[in-house]
């Protein structure tokens, strides 16, 4: 025998890459998402809560990368009030740009029941 025999008692077991375990669900969270871009450097993310907190009710604020965030308000008028009054607005000496995004929807995926292939 070589050095790259195996001895599998027979034949060797068969993957099937097409089959996953069982995933839990993911949860995506509720809202209206503002994604929040052009931000300078020194900009935090509490930063970001506190001046879209001041417009209405957060849901979540989160800094994605340096110079993007996410903003997700509980209803659409919130939102839409931030995107009027930040859109543009100079923070720490650059103009920030607020994009209202798909409203994010409370729903679950769960992997098994994604098709693959035909």
């Given amino acids: 025998m070589g050095i790259f025999a195996h001895n599998f008692g027979g034949e060797p077991p ?3 890459f097409f089959t996953r375990s ?10 209206y998402r503002i994604v929040v871009s052009n931000l ?6 509490i930063d970001i809560k506190e001046l879209f907190e001041d417009i209405g009710d957060l849901l ?3 800094l994605v990368r340096p110079g993007v965030a996410e ?5 659409l008028e919130d939102a839409e009030k931030a995107v009027e009054a930040y859109h543009k607005r ?13 409203p994010r929807a409370t729903y679950k ?6 098709k693959y292939g035909r």
């Fill in 14 to 16: 068969m993957r099937n």
């Fill in 22 to 31: 069982p995933s839990p669900p993911a949860t995506v969270t509720a809202g």
């Fill in 40 to 45: 300078h450097p020194s900009v935090t993310q």
């Fill in 60 to 62: 979540e604020s989160r």
């Fill in 71 to 75: 903003v997700i308000y509980r209803n």
């Fill in 90 to 102: 100079q923070l720490d000496g650059q103009p920030m740009n607020c994009l209202l995004v798909n």
């Fill in 109 to 114: 995926i769960n992997p098994a029941n994604l």
